[in-house]
């Protein structure tokens, strides 16, 4: 891959989406627009052959092969540069009031040390992002965000209502651990008692004279953490230490991989979903408590999608045949000649030996079991809808 110069250039090849290699040649061009991240000379040295541009900032997708990495993910640990994951912080007296204008998940019993998937809306309903809000004190919150400017609407609504409430984005770059060995790796660098963080808590953790955030979260279904570095200067010590640590674990480098997120019926923000989607469409409905979510600027109009119920709704398919090309647009989704859907993501995979995709698909045909055709980039292909997770 040719990159064009900049202040700074990164040569790795270029990819699409989730992590898809272009067939040509393609420029990507790097300029202070497009974010490193404290670990980007880290991720460079370990071999990182793709990234995509994730909230202003660089995400790596592929270091051996997307299917190499796969199976390294589901049988070892692998550390992830997930400094693309943003925070926005809410601070201020009208903090609680602010987040909640957010999502129609009622937070009014989140404790301090929660960390909550919280769909969040405008005021017709439709999905802005879907981040996960950790409460650090009963007037600081942080929202980890998926790929959207939500700083901006956060910032609107507190300014337009006049809450007391500051918003920033402060300097935290989060660190992922993830796969089945991840405890052992995590032990090992910050402890026994980090075992005893559940799944959706966090704890502070120390590491060289700091006290670090760290959850039981992460974006696969394979187990793990992630470690809200917020201070850049302890990028590359942590990474480092992750890594001699993990020498004899198999530690390697990695990143959110396609073939086990679409598995595993992980939601991609912007691809799966966008402002055109309910939480209820998205298949999010058992994370909002609309009725009991007062103050949610969107909960009006969902409390009529609540009522009403979604006419569409995301679900899993399996496409037969060869494994099928790179979604990079959606693939219209037929019965008898009729579209009643689309596909958003799809992709071969090895351990189901079947093209795995999810898609929003009408209610009239949305029921496991029923047979579609599926309108792929390279013809017409049979597909079955299935539930997610693909199992």
């Known amino acids: 891959m040719r990159i064009l110069p900049s202040s ?7 990819s699409i989406g989730d992590g898809y ?5 393609p420029i990507l061009s790097i300029s202070r627009r497009t974010r490193r991240t404290p670990v980007s000379a ?3 040295a370990s071999g990182v052959k793709g990234y995509t541009v994730y909230n202003h900032m660089l995400l790596p997708t592929v270091f051996d092969s997307m299917e190499a990495d796969y199976w390294h993910l589901k049988r070892h640990v692998q550390v992830w540069d ?3 994951e943003r925070q926005v912080e809410v601070r201020g007296p009208d903090a609680a009031r602010l987040v909640q204008m957010l999502t129609p998940r009622d937070l009014s019993s989140m404790t301090i040390g929660r960390c909550y998937y919280t769909p969040m809306v405008d005021e017709t309903g439709g ?11 009963d007037d600081r919150y942080w929202i980890s965000i998926a790929d959207s400017d939500l700083l901006l609407w956060v910032k609107g609504l507190a300014f337009g209502m006049r809450l007391e409430a500051d918003v920033s984005e402060p300097d935290v770059s989060p660190l992922a651990v993830q796969g089945p060995k991840a ?3 995590m032990t090992r660098v910050f402890g026994e008692q980090v075992r005893s963080i559940r799944f959706f808590h966090f704890r502070l953790m120390g590491f060289q004279g700091r006290q670090l955030i760290v959850s039981r979260s992460g974006y696969s279904r394979q187990g793990g953490f992630e470690i809200y570095v917020d201070q850049t200067s302890l990028g590359e010590p942590l990474w480092d230490a992750l890594f001699a640590a993990g020498e004899d674990l198999g530690v390697s480098a990695g ?4 073939i086990e997120r679409v598995e595993s019926g992980l939601l991609s923000y912007g691809n799966d979903m966008t402002r055109e989607n309910t939480p209820h469409e998205c298949g999010l409905g058992r994370f909002c408590d609309t009725p009991d979510a007062i103050g949610c600027v969107g909960r009006d109009a969902l409390l009529r999608v609540t009522a009403e119920g979604p006419i569409r709704q995301i679900r899993g398919l399996k496409i037969a045949g060869e494994p ?3 979604c990079t647009e959606l693939w219209p989704v037929f019965a008898d000649g009729e579209q009643v859907g689309s596909v958003s993501s799809a992709i071969w995979s090895p351990e189901f030996n079947t093209n795995v995709a999810i898609g929003m698909i009408r209610m009239t045909h949305w029921a496991p079991g029923t047979m579609l055709e599926v309108g792929a980039s390279d013809g017409t292909r049979a597909a079955e809808v299935c539930n997610l997770p693909h199992d």
């Open 21 to 25: 290699a272009t067939l040509h040649s």
């Open 183 to 185: 405890d052992q790796l």
């Open 127 to 137: 999905m802005l992002n879907d981040p996960v809000t950790l409460k650090l004190d």
């Open 82 to 84: 997930v400094a693309c």
């Open 42 to 44: 880290r991720v460079a």
């Open 324 to 326: 099928v090309p790179p």
């Open 255 to 258: 990143g959110p991989n396609l």
């Open 8 to 14: 700074r250039t990164l040569r790795a090849p270029f």
